[in-house]
């Protein structure tokens, strides 16, 4: 009699193999449902790796250019509203693959930091799989609208970890915490009360992202967090009027752990709309 045999499963790769793998696939539902298995350790004295681009799945269409941001009344249609969440789910795509970025391109930083990374990483993606959730509620799927990697092109341009969390945690989520309460206020008032809960829960967890710049930015840097500092920094031409929203949300970044002396000085930057992504 023949017993039958079942092939174990693979052991899981090293953190940065699982890590580079997630970058690399074009396969959507690996890309969208990746996680790191339990136990798996980093790899000592890992070379830099740097990827510079995502894979993609072949049915999303990458656009050189994002099409105009729905706002205010034009969100009472829900194909509007959906195709503004599809752009946030995206977004959150590329800060999950900035921060896998990050654990390869920079394995000389404190193991601490790099597995804050990989945290931060699977905090994006459950945000991401919330964003689909509202997708598919109001009947769209991922892929249905293009997307653009503004966000990752721009993060992966850095040369040190300090410069990573100045552009992509104090810069890219800190503007969030301003954008997550103007555009939970749109939802709610198209009628969409789900939707705005959704943003709502997204921006508040994304303060612990920016808690989270702010102790690496002093730590890697050994100051505290100085704006003079911080501005220098950031990669040209962005400035960090890019970085905030049309009204500053001063209490979530505060208990961020952004000072009023920082604070002052952004909300003194004039406005200006972000670079379209």
Excluded at 202 to 220: C, D, M, P, Q, S
């Amino acid at each position: 009699m023949n017993e039958k045999t079942t092939n174990p499963a693979p052991e899981p790769l090293g953190v940065e193999a699982e890590l580079e793998r997630f970058l690399r696939t074009s396969d959507a539902e690996e890309k969208l449902g990746f996680f790191v298995p339990e136990g798996v350790r980093f790899t000592p004295e890992a070379a830099p790796r740097r990827i510079e681009r995502p894979g993609r799945p072949v049915e999303w269409t990458v656009a050189a250019k994002s099409p105009r941001t729905p706002t205010g009344r034009a969100l009472e249609r829900p194909e509007a509203r959906a195709r503004l969440l599809h752009t946030f789910l995206h977004h959150e795509l590329q800060a999950a693959e900035l921060f896998a970025f990050a654990v390869l391109a920079f394995p000389g930083a404190p193991l601490e930091f790099r597995e804050g990374l990989v945290r931060l990483c699977g905090v994006e993606l459950e945000h991401l799989g919330l964003y689909r959730g509202e997708l598919r509620r109001l009947g769209f799927e991922v892929g249905d609208f293009p997307v653009r990697d503004w966000l990752f092109g721009r993060g992966a341009s850095v040369g040190s970890a300090l410069e990573f969390v100045s552009l992509v945690g104090l810069g890219f989520e800190g503007a969030n915490l301003d954008h997550s309460a103007r555009f939970a206020r749109w939802f709610r008032e198209a009628g969409d009360e789900d939707g705005a809960r959704v943003l709502e829960r997204i921006g508040a967890e994304e303060e612990g992202h920016v808690a989270f710049a702010v102790r690496w930015f002093e730590r890697l840097g050994g100051e505290e967090l100085d704006y003079d500092r911080w501005c220098e920094l950031l990669p040209r031409p962005l400035t960090p009027a890019v970085f905030r929203g049309p009204t500053i949300d001063r209490r979530a970044r505060e208990r961020a752990g952004l000072g009023r002396v920082f604070l002052d000085r952004l909300e003194h930057e004039a406005p200006t709309s972000t670079p379209r992504r």
